[in-house]
Every structure is written in structure tokens, then in C-alpha cells.
């Protein structure tokens, strides 16, 4: 319980420079915000009402207390470009985003946790060799090259997968399920490649240990003991990776959003920098940020709750 | 004076040691066939960097209208691109951006994470559990790629921006293992012994807690050089690193992307680039790690 207080008050402080750093992305840019944002040659008059428009006339901490307040009412400013409401365009781009990420997690922890626990229980035999290959090949790769390639393979030679685009699952499901094959088995292969690493590693140590030999001299068959012993402990530290890599994952959806061009909260902010649109760069990072924030509290919390011993051994610490 | 003395016998007795243990690392590190093959792609990767123009056959700014979209072979060893330049060449020069981007990232964060993480473990308190590390905790809350993105777009985009961002991206992981590393030896003894003979906090720090800290820092450097090489490529790619102009191997991936349907070779040799360039630094941190854990030891 303790720890868990812990937990939430160290949130806190990280939620805060997390809305501090947002907020001051605008004001970091080098010179004028007004000047970069409009361009050069906007008249004088532009740029006052552009300073006027975000608030840059006020202190800084007043324009702070000011955007915040906003934030916290899920008023995210407005667009530069449209006026359309930052919030509104989030909410439309989401559910590609989470369709992707829910996706691009599913293949990469089915992946990593077949392979992983093969390679470990059959260590040094052709199929630990593969996955091993594989694995260490996955974190080399650069995904939205795998990307590339899926599409020069799969749509352009074969013809049987759409290059890229987007319909909405609700409009046509086969549809974009067909759309969504491509980028989320790109993605996967190149997340699951570092579970698999991890798992593999954490399956052997457990395998290695004590209890392992017992539950074998017992006369317990490896299939039981690997499956009800060893993978139960091995999976403590890979819950709390695959959590941590939702960070890295969803980094990774702005390119694989751009690659196969699929209207998300990447592709928003890619967009939106292209554009000078700095609210709305403002409001999908924050977002994104607040995401990610918020799963790993949530991981750490199950992660106490399925090992009983780390809020011992942190409360200790 | 005579203390000065001993201390430098002491010294001359501690390099003893310190080279037999170079010497036991290596090896350890070449019995490791991976390690000394990705040690091997680097090697490659550094010397085609430094002898790109003799490598490669032409300019790699060098267009020809007249041989644009060529496949492999007919076009060279890697085909021509949409401008008719040699991909070959670019790939080759691309070698250059994608090294010294790498090392400018990471130099960066090395600059900045290792003495932040070391002074941050070293002092404690609150101005490190409050200040120090949930800043840390703030920065790896962003995305890499994406803090790296915005970083990139405040700042202005372009390579030299490019590589900044991504050194600030670095930072935390350079802090945290800095930090780790300093809070399990600075409870011990000779710690106290060395602030006990009088030595100051900077001079401990440097001298006792630092050194310490180096195995593991090896280790995240070689990574790191690999993830900045994706990074480099990502943000060039994203139109936000070099100029789509530049034979950056991102640019050109970005260039590709318009002629994936006709021109594969466009996009397969750049990204070929990418992946045993970062396989390279991954297993040579791999190897390092391995040769460095007394776990392993025989």
C-alpha cells in the first residue's frame, strides 16, 4: 500500500513537467513563435493577432495557468490552420491509432511469447538458433523499412494487400482489416523482436534456478514444469517491458502511420509540424505523452499485485 | 611529499591490473563470433566513412537524365535513382551522415547524462529523487521518436538540429545507468577510505565512482550509436533530418517511398545500409556486455 502511494506521488511531479514542457513548446521556439509560425513576410499586423491568439502578450506563468486551465476542461486550443478545435481533431485521428496499437501488440506478445519460450526450452537446437537470428535481425531493422518492403512485397509483386490507406471498422471491417494488416505485422515484428530477447533471457534464468531442479527430480514432465513453473516467474519482468514499450510503440506509429498513410495521432503530429501548427502539435503530444504516462502507472501498479515481493523489496529500497 | 610518492606507486601498481584486465576482456570478447563480426561491420562501416570518395565510383550528387530508374546492374551495383544518380554512391556516402550524426547524438548525451547522473547518485537527496530523476521520468514519458520529432521541428529541422534532438533523447538513458551504477559503489568502503584520506567530491567522483560506471556506459554507447542511426534515418525520412537533397540513407528511404512500386532497389539498398550498420553496433554492444559479466565467466 505504501508502495503504491509512492508510486502515485512520484507521478505527480512527472505529470507536471510533462504539461510544463508541453506548454512551453511554443514558447522555446528560437526568436518570434509568431515570425516562425506565419513566416517571414507576414505583415506586422498578422503577427500581433498570432501573438494575441496564443496568448504569447501574457507572462509566462499566466499563459501557463491559462492553458492549463483549458486542459484540464479538455480544452486543447485550437488549430492554427482551421480553427477546428485541437480535442476534435484527436478524437477523430484516435481510433486509428489505438486499432494500430491494440494490433501491433497482440502480434508482437504472441510472437515473443512463442518464440521466447521455445528458443529457452529447446535452447541451442535450430529453432532457438532462428528465433535468436530473427530477434537480433528485428531490433536492427528500422521498421518503416520493413514497412517499405511489405508493401513492395505484398502489394506491388503479389497484388494481395492494399499499399496503404484507411477505412474505418465500422464502414467496412474487411476492408480495414485488409488496410491494417501491413502496418501492424510491420510494427509487431519489430517490437515483438526485443520481447522475444528478454523473455528468452529471463526463461533461462528461471530454468537455471533451484526450484526448476526440484520440480524436475519430482519427475514432473518439461512441458509442465517449463509451462506452470518457470514461464510464471520469467513473465514478472516481461509484463513490465511490454508495458514500457507501449512508450516505444507509439513513437513507432508515427512513421508506420506516414508509411502506409493512415490518418492517426502520428500522422497529426507529422502533419502538423509540416504545417507550423503548433497547437495542435501542442495537444497530440501531450495526449500521446499522458498515454503513456498513465500505462506504465498501471503496469507498475499490476505489477505489485502479481508479485507480491517488489513492494517489499521498493519499500525497502 | 612522500605521500605524493606513494601515491603514485600506488597508481603505477594499479595499471598493472587495469591492463591484464584489457587483456582478459579481449579475450573473452573475440571467443564471441558474433561480437567480433559486428565489431567487423563497424570497422567496414567506419573505413567506408573515412574512403567514401575512393569507394565510391561516382559523385553521389552526380545526375545523369538519361539513366534514371535503372535496375541493378544495368544501373550499377545498386541501380539509379529518379534523378539518375548512382544509389551505390549515395549508399556509400550515407555511410558519412549516418556515422557522424550517430557520434554527434550520442556525444551529446554522454556529455550531458554522465556527469548529471554521476553528481545526481553522488549527492542524493531530495534535489535527486525530485528534481533529477522525475525530469528523467518526464522526458522518457515522451516517446523517443516523437521527443526527438517535436525537438527537431522547435529547433527548426535539419541534420545538425536533427542530431541534437536525438542527444537529447539519449539523455536519460545515459543518466539512469550513470546514476545505478554510482548509488551500488558509493556506500562502500573505499569510497569512505578515499574521503577519509581527504580526497574532495570531484576528485572521488572522477577518480573512484566514475570508473565504475564505465562497463555499463560501453555498453549503452554501442546501442545507442545503433538506435541513433535508426533515429537519424526516422527523422530524415519524416523530412526533419538531412535535406531531401542529402545522401542520407533516411532521405533517400524518403525518395524511395514515391517509387516503391517501380524502383525497389531505391528503398532496399539504403534500408540494407541501415540494418547492418545497427546490427553491427548492436552486436558489438551485445558482445561487450558478455565479455564484460563476470556471470559468464569460465
Known sequence: ?317 | MSEAVTAEGQQAQAIQPRERRLGTFWRRFRRNKLAVFGLAIVAVLVLTAVFAPMIAPSNPDAKDYALTLRPPGEGGLMGTDALGSYVFSRVVYGARISLESSLISVGIALGVGVPVGLASGYYGGFWDEWIVMRVIDSLQAFPFLILALVIAAILGGGLGWAMVAIGIGFIPAFVRITRAQVLSVRGLDYVDAARAIGTGNTMIMLRHVLPNSLPPLLVQTSLAMGYAIIAEATLSYLGLGAEPGEPSWGSMLFQAQSYLSTAWWMAFFPGMAIFFAVLGFNLLGDGVREALDPRTYD
Open chain 1, 1 to 317: 500500500m505504501a508502495f503504491l502511494v509512492r508510486r502515485l506521488l512520484l507521478t505527480l511531479p512527472v505529470l507536471f513537467i510533462v504539461s510544463v514542457l508541453c506548454f512551453s513548446m511554443i514558447n522555446l521556439i528560437p526568436g518570434d513563435p509568431a515570425t516562425v509560425i506565419l513566416g517571414p513576410e507576414a505583415s506586422q499586423h498578422a503577427k500581433e493577432e498570432m501573438r494575441n491568439r496564443l496568448n504569447l502578450n501574457e507572462p509566462i506563468p499566466v499563459q501557463y495557468v491559462d492553458w492549463l486551465g483549458g486542459v484540464l476542461h479538455g480544452d486543447l486550443g485550437e488549430s492554427l490552420i482551421d480553427d477546428t478545435p485541437v480535442s476534435k481533431l484527436i478524437l477523430q485521428r484516435l481510433p486509428v491509432t489505438i486499432e494500430l496499437a491494440l494490433g501491433t501488440f497482440a502480434v508482437s506478445l504472441t510472437i515473443s511469447v512463442v518464440a521466447g519460450i521455445l528458443s529457452a526450452s529447446r535452447r541451442g537446437t535450430w529453432i532457438d538458433y532462428l528465433s535468436t537470428g530473427v530477434a537480433l535481425g528485428g531490433i536492427s531493422i528500422p521498421h518503416f523499412w520493413l514497412g517499405m518492403m511489405f508493401i513492395i512485397i505484398f502489394a506491388v509483386y503479389l497484388g494481395i494487400l492494399p499499399a496503404g490507406g484507411y477505412v474505418p471498422f465500422f464502414q467496412n471491417p474487411w476492408a480495414n482489416i485488409t488496410f491494417m494488416i501491413l502496418p501492424v505485422f510491420a510494427t509487431g515484428l519489430r517490437e515483438s523482436a526485443e520481447l522475444t530477447r528478454m523473455l528468452r533471457s529471463s526463461l533461462l534464468e528461471e530454468l537455471g534456478s533451484d526450484y526448476v531442479r526440484t520440480a524436475f527430480s519430482k519427475g514432473l514432465s518439461k512441458r509442465i514444469v517449463v509451462i506452470r513453473h518457470a514461464v510464471r516467474n520469467a513473465l514478472i519482468p516481461f509484463v513490465t517491458a511490454s508495458g514500457l514499450q507501449i512508450a516505444g510503440l507509439l513513437g513507432g506509429l508515427v512513421v508506420t502511420e506516414t508509411v502506409f498513410q493512415l490518418p492517426g495521432l502520428g500522422r497529426l503530429v507529422v502533419d502538423s509540424i509540416e504545417n507550423r501548427d503548433f497547437t495542435t502539435v501542442q495537444g497530440a503530444v501531450l495526449t500521446i505523452t499522458l498515454v503513456v504516462v498513465l500505462v506504465n502507472v498501471t503496469v507498475d501498479v499490476l505489477y505489485t499485485l502479481i508479485d507480491p515481493r517488489i513492494s517489499v523489496r521498493s519499500s525497502e529500497g
